[in-house]
Each structure stands twice: as C-alpha cells, then as structure tokens.
C-alpha cells in the first residue's frame, strides 16, 4: 500500500473534481469501457475498432483506435499526453482521461470486466459504489453460460473434493495460491471443481474465477495448465503438512443412479395440473436442489409447467445452486416427492403415480434395497 | 525498494497521542483475520452493520465481493487519495486499507499485527514486534491501547 502511495507523482496527488452531471456522464462511459473490455477477451482486436467506430467521446474513440492498432497502455497514455487537445483540460475533461487511460490498461491487461468496473468507478467517488454493484448485478443476471471443459488429467479434481468438505480449508488453499494461479489451474478442472470453488470468492469473485479459467483456458498450452496444477497441488501438500488444512474423505456430489431414475419416472408420470399446484409457493431452492437429482426429461417437464416469471425465478436459483453431497440431493428430493403426494391426492391423481412418489418418499440409499422393495410392495397394498 | 515520497511524508505525519489510536484498529483487524480463517470470509458480513467507518464498510464489502487483490488497492487507495485527508486522518485510513488488504490475502492474525505495527514508525513498531513474538494475539495493541 504505502509502495503504491509513494510512487506517485506529485500531479497524482491532486484528484480533478468534477461536477454530479459529469461524473454520471463518464460512469456511462466506464460502462462502455467494461463492455467492450467484456467482447475483446473474446474476439480480440476486431471487438476494438468496432467499438471505436461507433464511439462519441474523443479520448476513448482515440486510445480505442490506438489499442486495435497494437499500441500499449504507456504508448497510449503518452499519445495522451503528446495530444494538443488534452494538454491542460478543465477538472471534467481531466476526469474522463484518468477513466479512460485505466480502463484502457485493464482492457489491455485482458483484466476482468467487472473489476475494471470497479477501478473506474472508483475515480468517480465512493457515491458510485452502490451504483457500480447494481451494473455488475444485472450483468450477471444476463449471464447464463457454461464455458467448455478441459479436463487435465491429475489428482486436483478430486483433491478439491476433499477440501471442499471442509470450505475453510478449500478456502485457505485458494487464496494462498492467489486469483492467478488459482484460475490457471481451474482451467484444466471439470465445472464440478469451479461449482465448488467459486462460492470462496463471493458471488461477483467466483464468476471473475470462473470466467478467467474458462479465458485462460483457450489461451495456455496444456502443459501450461498442468504446471498451474502441480504448483497449486503443492501448495495444497505445505499447507496440509503445516496442520492447516482437513482433508476429508471423498463425498459424492451427484444422487444415487437408482434414485434419480425413480425421481425422474415419479416426475414424468404426473400431469401438468398437479405440478402447477405442487409448485405454487415452492422454495425456488429446495427445487432446484431436487432437480440436481432429476434427468433432463423431468427438468424440461418441471420448467414447462412453471409460469415464466417462475421458470425465470428457478433458472436463477439453479444457477446459485452450490453442488450439494447427493445425500443432500436425495433429500430435498424426498421433500419434493411429499409436496407432489399432497397435490396428486388433492388432484385424485392414479394410484400408479401416487405409488411411484411413495417409493420415492421412502427410498433409502444402496444396502437397503430390499427394505426399499419392502416398504413399496406395503404401499401398494 | 519503496521511494521518498516528500508529500507522502507530509501526509502521514500526526502527534504521538495521535499514533496511539491505531493499536484497536490493528486489534481489530486482529479479530477479523481470526474471524474470516475460523468462520470464513463471508462471516464478516455481520461485522458490516457493526461498523459506521465508511472506507472499512466499503473495503469489507469489496473483499466479500471477491475483488481480486490488485484491484481492491487500486480502488481503496483511489478513495484515500481523492478525499485529500492529511494527518491522522490520513494514517489511520492507510491503516485501515493495510488491514482491509491483508485480510483479502488470508493472513494470520501475527501476521495482520506485523503488517500493520509499521505504522507506528520504525523505532515505536521495533519494541512491540519483539512482544507480539511472545505473545501473538495480544500484548502489543493491548499495551499501546493503555
């Protein structure tokens, strides 16, 4: 920090001041900034001079042209700095350059956009912290991908498991490798091992984690993703040897075979009418973990008879959802099966179906199958 | 190697009596660092309502959010500079961003003292070093508190 401090100049201690009106101007261009920032991690220099083209303010249009040209960031900002029309501007004008020149560095540093987001906006004032969260919140409602795998072959995945039984030991492990490493070596990982890491960093961090493996991902060799995951092993190995971590045994995160088929079939063989009524009020969690025990045949059923408004509510709660031991995944299942018993009763729904949720209801994991058996053939007496 | 800064100087000169009123900042940063490594992070969202410091609320709520570590200096620092603060006012908010930093970072406890005890100046920060080797979590901000 006090090295941050004392390399500045004497011209960077006097912050320009600039009126509300100009300040809300240049969020929208720090906005724009961090959009582009947002398509050039993708489509490179192309994303640059399209976006120049289409710019009004000068200093972006200028340094946008200079970027997708292959200038740097210190040849842009001496571009700056050499330009007649920049040299001694009024408080505003002096704010936009400083916005400008550091989005254009994150931009080029390949930096994340919503924590180039932040870097701008905080030369705005801390009035416009809110106001950025907001940004970053509903550009992350807009965000529903899943990036490709790669999986490396190694130990990390399942290492991670076992940290991830104990969070804070996850946690310790992924900051003591650092955001960079941490990401380098997410990259070669299956989405399970980002589902479980993501949450250590918080709803915005874990995206930044997730959408920086999934950028590193197409650009280090594998070999180079290999090395993250050795050096990221080892650092996992010192700090176990250190005392400071407690490594669990191997959870299973996805439900039993034979329960989520059952589930399934419960699930397909109910009309529309009793779903509606079953799902009317529902915790948007509890369902979405029960569908994380469910085919995709019975996600489409389930998602075909919700309203939108719903279907949208669940969608979001599916993608908050944190992998889940399939233990918990069985039991929100069996919760789901009671709901949907209710409902099927109320609906006179056929006794098959009824039968079917029953199993459900009662079923118990590998090593009771035959109790399992029993309590079924019981209920269909 | 950190450079002269002659308006950096300027900027975190304060009194003595003034200096002393960083030792329950670092005890503080103390009990969030124990806090945040036994709880984990996101249990120092109820530490957010307790507070009323803006820059410690605003710096909390950015390492809950996840903001990588270079960022989260930029933009704390971004803050101290463009409120133009000097004297303590300007110590402590450096303190404060210290600690914001190294609870980002994971660090023990120890650790976040170590960090933070630099404050003091070189020759005050010396003798409570050589105390918090003894006795890790307490003595140096409890007896400068007194």
Known sequence: MIRALASLGAAEWEFPRASRQKRDALFEVAARIALVAERSRAFEREALAEAAMVESRRPLRIGLELAAGGAGAEAIKAAFAANPAFIHPEPGEALELIVTLVGLKGLLAREHPYALMRRMSARLGPEYFDKTEAWISSRLKRRHYRAEQLVVPGELPDLIRSLALDPRSLERCLRAAGRDLAAAAMAGCPQESLDLAKPVFGRIGGVILEDDAAHLRSRLSGDEIAEAQAAFIEIIRSLDEGGQLRLGEEVDFSADPGFVAMLTRAVLSLDDRVLKAAFRGIDGKLLATAMQGMEPSAHDRILGALAKRDERRLLDAIDDADPLPGTAIQDAGKKLALRLIAAAKAAAAPREALDRLTQVKNWEPVGSVTKNMGRVESGRM | ?146
């Open chain 2, 1 to 146: 190697m950190i450079q002269w800064n002659a308006e950096l100087v300027r900027r975190l000169s304060c009194r003595e009596e003034e200096k002393r009123q960083i030792a329950p900042l670092i005890r503080r940063f103390m009990e969030l660092a124990q806090k945040a490594r036994g709880e984990g992070f996101q249990s120092l969202d109820g530490v957010l309502s307790e507070t009323d410091d803006p820059l410690l609320s605003l710096g909390l709520r950015l390492v809950l959010e996840g903001l990588p570590e270079d960022a989260l200096e930029d933009v704390l620092a971004t803050y101290l500079i463009a409120e133009n603060r000097s004297g303590w006012p300007f110590l402590r908010a450096c303190v404060i961003i210290e600690g914001l930093l190294a609870l980002a970072a994971d660090d023990d406890p120890a650790t976040v003292a170590r960090k933070l005890v630099a404050y003091y100046g070189a020759e005050r920060a010396a003798p409570i070093l050589e105390e918090l080797e003894r006795d890790p979590l307490q003595s140096a901000p409890a007896k400068e508190e007194t």
